[in-house]
């Protein structure tokens, strides 16, 4: 997985963003899970969402996706403020989660697993049935994709590795027309080939031009793959970065919080204003 290509910077700019937050605040009871949050989620751009236990990111990932609703600021879905009451209605505006326990069936077959709801068809009522070669062959079209092959379509799903599990809610995301794919890093740590497999999930996303935003405490694979990195401190932000802005080993630094965040973030807002009104 290479650096951000031009072409990419090149899509982005100017763009209108897919999902945009701008002072979004969320409480819990009287304490701010999130604190007037603004960020743009840009067609073609990976956003890596990085902080520590309670920094606010389960929180942030929870109004994207239509679980929790913010009291106060404005969520925005192509340029129209939303209000999201429920996951549904989150999908249906085409904003794909992919979750850190990642619910799949895990007896069903994958192909199934795939089409979850949606299973294709052919034939006329009252000989319609389910077209069982076109599910298996558009999952393992599908899949291949983002770099998943070699798939038995009807293996169960639980025969998936961790990294072929988050490939295809994110192939299913793709097909089934998403415009933002959010995912929440899994609990179980994955290998460095799991790692890639997954990693080129993401770029596939990115290519086809949706809004990725990916939750992650991997500041290292954040800067391998991502083009934005929110920094998340207390439910506010503490840093919007760009990968001009900072190399791997200062977004390892940052991570660990402290005195060098506090300088950098007021260093880079002097030099570049827009960095705070963002």
Known sequence: MSATPP????????????????????RHGSVPALSRVTVALLPGQITCVLGE???????LVQVLSGLRRHDEGELLVGGAPTRFRSPRQAREAGIATVWQDLAVAPLLAVWRNFFLGAEPTRGVWPFRRLDLDGARETTMRAMARVGVTGLDPDQPASALQAGERQSLAVARA????????????????????????????????????????????NPRYA?????????????QIAGNLTRDDVDSDVLTA?????????????????????????
């Open 7 to 26: 072409a990419v910077e090149e899509r982005v700019e100017g763009a209108t963003p897919v999902i945009e937050l701008r002072g979004v605040t969320v």
């Open 53 to 59: 236990n309670g920094s606010g990111k389960s929180t």
């Open 174 to 217: 793709l097909h089934f027309g998403a415009r933002a794919l959010v995912i929440d890093e899994p609990v179980t740590p994955m290998t460095v080939a799991r790692q890639t497999l997954f990693g080129q999930a993401v770029l596939a996303a990115r290519a086809r031009g949706l809004a990725v935003v990916v939750v992650t405490n």
């Open 223 to 235: 800067h391998l793959i991502g083009d934005r990195f929110l920094l998340l401190a207390h439910g």
């Open 254 to 278: 940052l991570m660990a919080g402290g005195d060098q965040l506090t300088t950098l973030t007021d260093a880079l807002t002097a030099l570049h204003p827009e960095l705070g009104e963002r």
